[in-house]
């Protein structure tokens, strides 16, 4: 940790810090690459082994390009958890031109009971973000902001 110097006498410090996790992915495909991505922040917030598929959510988005649609469609499934406490287990997408989305989400409901909280996602940053295409298929890195 960084001490930050304040310019008057001051009765508090503050203190910078970093809380970040960078996740890397990669799918023979874009489909897989953006299923992989949102199943990788899910993990983060809870142990995957309890989410049962009881329920599914469908999903359209559209964005600027290829890394602009990774981080709106993983700032959804966020959204989702923090409105709805909806928890995905199974990701199916469909994108189109690398800038549209459409998604069937299976899942469930937050259940504090059976699902084991991990620690709190608080965003998708686009700092050091990387979607590209290779002769392998699709890999990504972004980071999350914890």
Same mark, same amino acid.
């Given at each position: 940790?960084?001490?930050?110097?304040?310019?008057?006498?001051?009765?508090?410090?503050?203190? %910078?810090?970093?809380?970040?996790?960078?996740?890397?992915?990669?799918?023979?495909?874009?489909?897989?690459?953006?299923?992989?991505?949102? /199943? %990788?922040?899910?993990?983060?917030?809870?142990?995957?082994?309890?989410? /049962?598929?009881?329920?599914?959510? #469908?999903?359209?988005?559209? #964005?600027?390009?290829?890394?602009?649609?990774?981080?709106?469609?993983?700032?959804?499934?966020?959204?989702?958890?923090?409105?709805?406490?909806?928890?995905?287990?199974?990701?199916?997408?469909?994108? #189109?031109?690398?800038?549209?989305?459409?998604? /069937?989400?299976?899942?469930?409901?937050?259940?504090?009971?059976? &699902?084991?909280?991990?620690?709190?996602?608080?965003?998708?940053?686009? &700092?050091?973000?990387?979607?590209?295409?290779? #002769?392998?298929?699709?890999?990504?890195?972004?980071?999350?902001?914890?």
């Amino acid at each position: 940790m960084r001490l930050m110097e304040t310019a008057t006498p001051a009765r508090y410090r503050l203190l %910078a810090h970093t809380a970040d996790m960078g996740v890397f992915v990669k799918a023979p495909d874009l489909d897989g690459l953006l299923a992989s991505a949102a /199943q %990788a922040v899910t993990e983060l917030l809870v142990e995957p082994g309890a989410v /049962q598929d009881r329920r599914e959510l #469908a999903l359209e988005l559209e #964005a600027a390009g290829t890394s602009e649609l990774l981080v709106r469609w993983l700032s959804e499934v966020l959204f989702l958890f923090e409105t709805r406490h909806f928890l995905g287990r199974r990701f199916q997408v469909r994108t #189109a031109g690398g800038s549209r989305l459409s998604a /069937q989400i299976g899942g469930e409901e937050l259940d504090w009971e059976r &699902h084991r909280f991990r620690c709190e996602v608080k965003a998708v940053t686009r &700092h050091k973000l990387r979607v590209e295409s290779t #002769a392998r298929g699709w890999r990504a890195f972004f980071i999350v902001d914890l």
